[in-house]
């Protein structure tokens, strides 16, 4: 028996509203679902139109059309969001190195605060300390500039950044799973996750990278939804049937929107190409799969005519033009290094390579590359040292980082400093560290995750995969080079994001009697509350609030954390 044919309402000006359904009795993930009454009048059988040279063909899984509780969504956002607003920035700016900034921040809010002396640059230092495209030091900088060089002055970026990782983390997850409750739960669990609250607390790069990749997922997923509609609604009314390869789908602000985040993803930091590479790769599969599902022949081949030159245009180039003008102090600086070295030297210049004309030349192509090189070298010179007794107490290697088995700390002080009554017994830490209740199960969810995108076809999982992969199976070519737990960062959104979809499984089951719904339920409730609870314990020592030493073993659940 063939599959049963989609049927979908005719296009209106909310794409939200352009819904696909399955007639009664199909079976999606082996439960049969009862379709959504549409009027008579409104709807047409896709898999009937006789100018399709192909019939159309049930997707493996179906979602719904998204949840029609707006208001109830945008008030569940805000609430989460204003609850990330209180625990990032809660005593922001207390912990300090005797007034100093901490750990790495010692670079990057020094640099941010060159720039604005200069303009948007760091000073002219023709030396190995400039070692990351500028932006995000940029960004770091306008925390400066509103409140001053303060230590909450050079952590306000951070803090936003982990505010509005909340906010796009409730919204994508509410729209790949049509579940409000769910995207909540998302929010909740990422305001737990100790890497990415510490990060958000902290004058460093990584938590800038996490927010723009995550954007830019959820641009991605808004695209997807958007190209689907726009594809449903063309068979619905023939004109997908007017060419080979089907409709042109028009601008694609969404896919536009990933490129941009995607190059200020490389504009914090270089690993931000990888992502480039991942969710170009993504979006060619999806637009395959969606003029596949659509009743084109040659879906390939259609996707090579219709789509393929717009999505590299989209996400490669856009990123690019993006990634380089995030360097526009740099072109504006006449004293910044190497600005003018290669006209400056007699034997780069002959007859025809002089003027003005080749000023400017030099300065966008060999000036610029020149500082590039100058910071690849550094970073491929960036290696273990081979004597034990030389490296860096808190390098971890990446296969430790989905468990966080190996931290970084990034404040402690002497026993007994700044504690009430002169206890000898207070100490201080922060620990970047994961929330075990979350990154102990990473290998779990990896194996479910592997097995919905392969064994059952579930782009959701398989989206969740390729931007996780992006940002850690790069790290493991080079694996002499010295590495530390907050490359993770970006990892942490997308870890989530696969955890509240294997909890949508598990409340998804909950349709088959009512015991079983209570279970799920209660399964779902107290695994969140088993989190927030472990976030709590953490709280000391992912902020350096002070604690006895008895606590402090307590807190250090593995040997590997002290």
């Known amino acids: 028996m063939s599959a049963p044919p989609f049927v979908v309402s005719r296009p209106t000006d909310d794409v939200d509203e352009v819904r696909a359904t399955i007639v009664p009795g199909s079976v999606i993930d082996d ?5 959504r009454p549409d009027p008579a009048s409104s709807v047409v059988a896709i898999g009937e139109v006789p100018a399709l040279t192909k019939p159309v063909r049930a997707a493996r899984r179906v979602l719904p059309p998204m949840p029609t509780d707006r208001a ?27 007034g100093t900034p901490l750990f790495d921040e010692k670079y990057y809010a020094i640099q941010a605060q060159e720039m604005l002396r200069n303009g948007g640059v760091e000073d002219n230092q023709g030396f190995g300390v400039v070692v990351h495209p500028p932006f995000g030091k ?46 909540g739960i ?51 009314d023939g004109s997908m049937a007017a060419h080979w390869a089907g409709i042109a789908l028009g601008a694609r602000w969404w896919r536009f929107g990933a490129g941009v985040l995607l190059g200020l993803t490389t504009a914090v930091k270089w690993s931000g190409a990888y992502w480039i590479v991942a969710f170009g790769v993504l ?24 789509d393929l030159l717009p999505d590299i245009w989209s996400l490669a180039i856009v990123s690019t033009f993006v990634y380089i003008a995030s360097w526009w102090a740099w072109f504006a600086s006449e004293t910044v290094w190497p600005r003018h070295t290669l006209v400056a030297v007699d034997t780069n210049r002959s007859d025809w390579k002089s003027g003005a004309l080749y000023d400017l030349a030099s300065v966008w192509s060999n000036a610029l590359w020149q500082w590039t090189w100058k910071m690849l070298d550094f970073h491929s010179h960036l290696l273990t040292p081979t004597d034990p007794a030389k490296r860096h107490p808190w390098e971890s290697k990446p296969w430790t980082w989905p468990l966080g088995t190996r931290p970084v700390v990034y404040y402690s002080p002497a026993n007994g400093t700044d504690c009430a009554g002169g206890s000898t017994d207070c100490v201080r830490r922060i620990f ?25 076809l579930d782009w959701r999982y398989a989206a969740v995969l390729v931007a996780y992969g992006a940002g850690y199976l790069p790290w493991f070519t080079n694996l002499d080079r010295q590495m530390y737990f907050f490359y993770a960062t970006p990892l942490a959104p997308f870890l989530v994001i696969g955890i509240t979809l294997v909890l949508g499984d598990i409340l998804g089951r909950a349709a088959v009697g009512v015991e079983r719904r209570l279970t799920s339920v209660a399964i779902v409730a107290i695994y969140v509350g088993l989190v927030v609870a472990n976030f709590i314990w953490l709280w000391p020592i992912l902020n350096g609030d002070p604690i006895s030493n008895t606590r402090l073993i307590m807190e250090t659940w593995l040997p590997s954390w002290g």
């Open 186 to 236: 998302a929010g909740v669990l990422l305001i737990c996750d100790g890497v990415s609250h510490v990060q958000s607390r902290s004058a460093l790069l990584d938590i800038f990278q996490a927010v723009f990749v995550l954007g830019a997922f959820a641009c991605m997923v808004a695209d997807r939804d958007q190209v689907r509609s726009r594809i449903a609604a063309a068979v619905a």
């Open 31 to 35: 439960e049969t679902v009862e379709p």
């Open 138 to 183: 940029q960004l770091i900088a306008l925390g400066e500039w509103l409140l001053g060089y303060t230590p909450t002055g050079w952590r306000l970026a951070s803090a936003i950044a982990g505010i509005v990782s909340v906010l796009l983390i409730i919204r994508v997850v509410r729209r790949m799973t049509r579940s409000t409750l769910l995207g």
């Open 432 to 456: 970047l560290i994961g929330t075990p209740a979350l990154w102990w199960i990473s290998l779990f969810v990896l194996v479910w995750a592997l097995w919905k995108a392969i064994g059952r």
């Open 283 to 306: 979006t060619v599969i999806w637009d395959v799969t969606a003029r596949r599902e659509a009743g084109v022949r040659t879906p390939i081949r259609a996707v090579v005519r219709r």
């Open 72 to 98: 109830r969504g945008w008030a569940v956002t805000a609430l989460v969001t204003a609850v990330a607003a209180v625990v990032r920035t809660a005593g922001l700016g207390r912990i300090t190195d005797l």
